[in-house]
């Protein structure tokens, strides 16, 4: 949650664009990732412990976006499909080894080493990037570069965010839907969002300025985006519920049987980025990408209470494709679409619409499990499941049930598999549809040839300000033909 807002911070008007270069906004991301992390290890209470995974996710979501924007200021746009290949094969291999060192170090050792575990390799990290990472500093003044920062904007971006995730995260959890609570968090979210929109209309240095969906072709990309974010969570969450609850499988087990989507996710991004480095062409990628997306997901509404290693893994591969093949090639596109100066707006503004789709499927995909298992009360009760056990299983509790689930009857278990696997099976008609639309909305994106050129942008309060003159120019012109066309219509 705490990444989702931080990532439109990252680099729009931010003081990596005002003040330096990304290189010390990178370091400094990274410090408060391992900071998060060493809080989060050494946590003795449960507050302590959110408020260490918070500080993380401030960390990690400026390291994800700055990443990319460096990569984007560093090669033209036809070598970063290759960069941004391996990219996503080194995230896509940590999430898949992941779960497996989390699951071992919690069953074996101590749940305090998934934290301390990040400690060695992010301070390898600092001393890389610190050593070898250099990118054009425009040494502007610090006091100049803050006043220069959308402060206002930057609150009212970051306070939506939090109020309308935190509403979804505590709708039917916490506490009710229709409780006062979830709904004016919500409502107060969306409030602020347009307060947000109207806001930086006029502001001087807007955090996402309104030239970034003054384009069609670039509006298309970021609605795919949020569609391809919204389905690619959903394997990720759901599969392993899908495996500990209907197939029986450990924790650790799970992050195993998972290793075909994570092996074929590292491939496909690999590949997909040396067929743009070669071709300089995208878009036939991410339209075939979202309809392989579309049928891996229809697929698995198939999944059911039967161990089928054929369809386990033949699935899994399927859908890694689709997934993995778009995560870096929407960023290559929207990059492509935008003047070179645009790139750090374009690409937060990217991971910060990724993020909020991640969050919100995560919360509707859960809505919709949760709607579904309730038609199977009266089945599990009727098979002896303690009432108060079924309440809790049908209020959030089948989510992480396994605990619950451990006492039942070989009959009992039977039975709740099979309700557990039907409950998936619709869910996954919900992202089924999602994906359809993301693959629709695809055909409005143009094509565009990527250039093999590649000139550095420059940031800093000097280029933001040319910048700005720029767009008041090309404003004044288009009003100034409009004004011409209605008078010489009146004439």
Not at 422 to 439: E, H, N, P, V
């Given at each position: 949650?705490?990444?989702?807002?931080?990532?439109?911070?990252?680099?729009?008007?931010?003081?990596?664009?005002?003040?330096?270069?990304?290189?010390?906004?990178?370091?400094?991301?990274?410090?408060?990732?391992?900071?998060?992390?060493?809080?989060?290890?050494?946590?003795?209470?449960?507050?302590?412990?959110?408020?260490?995974?918070?500080?993380?996710?401030?960390?990690?979501?400026?390291?994800?976006?700055?990443?990319?924007?460096?990569?984007?200021?560093?090669?033209?746009?036809?070598?970063?499909?290759?960069?941004?290949?391996?990219?996503?094969?080194?995230?896509?291999?940590?999430?898949?080894?992941?779960?497996?060192?989390?699951?071992?170090?919690?069953?074996?050792?101590?749940?305090?080493?998934?934290?301390?575990?990040?400690?060695?390799?992010?301070?390898?990290?600092?001393?890389?990037?610190?050593?070898?990472?250099?990118?054009?500093?425009?040494?502007?003044?610090?006091?100049?570069?803050?006043?220069?920062?959308?402060?206002?904007?930057?609150?009212?971006?970051?306070?939506?965010?939090?109020?309308?995730?935190?509403?979804?995260?505590?709708?039917?959890?916490?506490?009710?839907?229709?409780?006062?609570?979830?709904?004016?968090?919500?409502?107060?979210?969306?409030?602020?969002?347009?307060?947000?929109?109207?806001?930086?209309?006029?502001?001087?240095?807007?955090?996402?300025?309104?030239?970034?969906?003054?384009?069609?072709?670039?509006?298309?990309?970021?609605?795919?985006?949020?569609?391809?974010?919204?389905?690619?969570?959903?394997p990720v969450f759901f599969l392993p519920l899908y495996f500990q609850s209907v197939l029986g499988a450990s924790p650790i087990l799970s992050?195993?049987?998972?290793?075909?989507?994570?092996?074929?996710?590292?491939?496909?991004?690999?590949?997909?980025?040396?067929?743009?480095?070669?071709?300089?062409?995208?878009?036939?990628?991410?339209?075939?990408?979202?309809?392989?997306?579309?049928?891996?997901?229809?697929?698995?509404?198939?999944?059911?209470?039967?161990?089928?290693?054929?369809?386990?893994?033949?699935?899994?591969?399927?859908?890694?494709?689709?997934?993995?093949?778009?995560?870096?090639?929407?960023?290559?596109?929207?990059?492509?679409?935008?003047?070179?100066?645009?790139?750090?707006?374009?690409?937060?503004?990217?991971?910060?619409?990724?993020?909020?789709?991640?969050?919100?499927?995560?919360?509707?995909?859960?809505?919709?499990?949760?709607?579904?298992?309730?038609?199977?009360?009266?089945?599990?009760?009727?098979?002896?499941?303690?009432?108060?056990?079924?309440?809790?299983?049908?209020?959030?509790?089948?989510?992480?049930?396994?605990?619950?689930?451990?006492?039942?009857?070989?009959?009992?278990?039977?039975?709740?598999?099979?309700?557990?696997?039907?409950?998936?099976?619709?869910?996954?008609?919900?992202?089924?549809?999602?994906?359809?639309?993301?693959?629709?909305?695809?055909?409005?994106?143009?094509?565009?040839?990527?250039?093999?050129?590649?000139?550095?942008?420059?940031?800093?309060?000097?280029?933001?300000?040319?910048?700005?003159?720029?767009?008041?120019?090309?404003?004044?012109?288009?009003?100034?033909?409009?004004?011409?066309?209605?008078?010489?219509?009146?004439?």
């Amino acid at each position: 949650m705490a990444s989702t807002p931080n990532d439109s911070l990252d680099k729009p008007k931010s003081p990596s664009d005002m003040n330096s270069s990304t290189e010390p906004i990178l370091l400094i991301a990274n410090f408060i990732f391992l900071i998060g992390s060493l809080v989060a290890a050494l946590s003795y209470s449960l507050p302590m412990l959110i408020a260490g995974r918070a500080v993380q996710g401030l960390g990690g979501g400026g390291i994800i976006t700055l990443v990319e924007i460096s990569v984007g200021d560093m090669f033209s746009q036809r070598e970063r499909g290759l960069f941004y290949g391996i990219y996503g094969a080194v995230w896509a291999f940590a999430t898949a080894v992941g779960p497996i060192i989390g699951g071992a170090f919690t069953e074996y050792v101590s749940w305090r080493w998934c934290f301390y575990f990040n400690l060695p390799f992010d301070g390898l990290s600092l001393i890389i990037t610190f050593l070898f990472l250099h990118i054009h500093n425009p040494k502007t003044p610090l006091i100049a570069g803050l006043k220069a920062i959308d402060w206002i904007g930057s609150l009212l971006i970051v306070g939506a965010t939090l109020m309308f995730l935190l509403g979804l995260d505590f709708g039917g959890v916490t506490y009710p839907w229709k409780s006062v609570t979830v709904i004016c968090l919500i409502l107060f979210g969306l409030v602020t969002y347009a307060i947000f929109g109207i806001y930086e209309r006029f502001a001087k240095y807007p955090i996402i300025p309104r030239r970034i969906f003054g384009n069609v072709s670039l509006v298309s990309t970021f609605g795919v985006v949020f569609c391809h974010g919204a389905c690619f969570i959903a394997p990720v969450f759901f599969l392993p519920l899908y495996f500990q609850s209907v197939l029986g499988a450990s924790p650790i087990l799970s992050g195993v049987w998972l290793l075909p989507l994570a092996i074929s996710f590292t491939a496909s991004g690999i590949i997909m980025g040396i067929v743009i480095q070669r071709t300089g062409k995208y878009l036939w990628i991410i339209r075939g990408t979202m309809a392989l997306l579309t049928l891996a997901i229809g697929i698995m509404i198939l999944f059911g209470a039967d161990r089928n290693w054929g369809k386990i893994v033949v699935f899994q591969i399927l859908l890694a494709w689709g997934i993995g093949a778009n995560m870096q090639t929407l960023v290559i596109c929207v990059q492509a679409l935008v003047a070179p100066e645009d790139i750090g707006v374009a690409t937060g503004t990217l991971n910060f619409i990724r993020n909020l789709a991640t969050a919100n499927s995560v919360v509707f995909g859960q809505v919709v499990f949760q709607g579904v298992l309730h038609r199977h009360y009266g089945d599990l009760v009727n098979a002896g499941i303690p009432r108060d056990i079924v309440s809790r299983l049908l209020n959030g509790g089948a989510i992480g049930g396994s605990d619950l689930s451990s006492t039942f009857t070989p009959p009992q278990l039977a039975i709740y598999q099979v309700a557990v696997a039907d409950a998936l099976s619709k869910m996954w008609i919900l992202y089924t549809g999602i994906c359809f639309l993301g693959l629709v909305i695809s055909f409005g994106i143009q094509k565009k040839e990527l250039m093999t050129s590649h000139e550095t942008t420059k940031t800093g309060l000097e280029a933001e300000e040319a910048k700005r003159q720029k767009n008041l120019s090309a404003r004044a012109k288009t009003e100034a033909h409009a004004i011409n066309g209605v008078k010489a219509e009146d004439a």
